[in-house]
């Protein structure tokens, strides 16, 4: 499967943004879809992820919690990460991921298979 992550940019501390993460190439709905996050010289976190397979389930970092929504459009193959009240420390680049698997939360990067390319949040204070 192919993964095309796009919606970055810069935003204000408390700004909102939506990135999406369009999907080619295989059943969508067999994938476990999750958002990661890399800020320079940290290691890749987990942000977020979505599951479908046995009623859809989404589970979310702490530090995300309430601010982000992961959701995902079946028929367009999508998962998108809606970001509110943004903050200058969630300024990273995030990665869309898919394992395959119907269900379950997967937190750590080597769990996925397939990787977007990764698009940058910038959050200005």
């Known amino acids: 499967v192919q993964l095309q992550a796009s919606g970055g940019g810069l935003v204000q501390a408390g700004g909102s943004l939506r990135l999406s993460c369009a999907t080619s190439?295989?059943?969508?709905?067999?994938?476990?879809m999750a958002w990661f996050r890399q800020a320079p010289g940290k290691e890749r976190e987990f942000v977020a992820s979505?599951?479908?397979?046995?009623?859809?389930?989404?589970y979310y970092a702490d530090s995300v919690k309430g601010r982000f929504t992961i959701s995902r459009d079946n028929a367009k193959n999508t998962v998108y990460l809606q970001m509110s009240s943004l903050k200058p420390e969630d300024t990273a680049v995030y990665y869309c991921?898919?394992?395959?698997?119907?269900?379950?939360?997967?937190?750590?990067?080597?769990?996925?298979?397939?990787w977007g390319q990764g698009t940058l949040v910038t959050v200005s204070s």
């Open positions: 979505s599951s479908w397979g046995g009623g859809s389930a989404a």
């Open positions: 190439g295989g059943t969508f709905t067999k994938y476990v």
């Open positions: 991921g898919a394992r395959l698997g119907f269900s379950g939360n997967y937190y750590y990067s080597y769990q996925y298979s397939y």
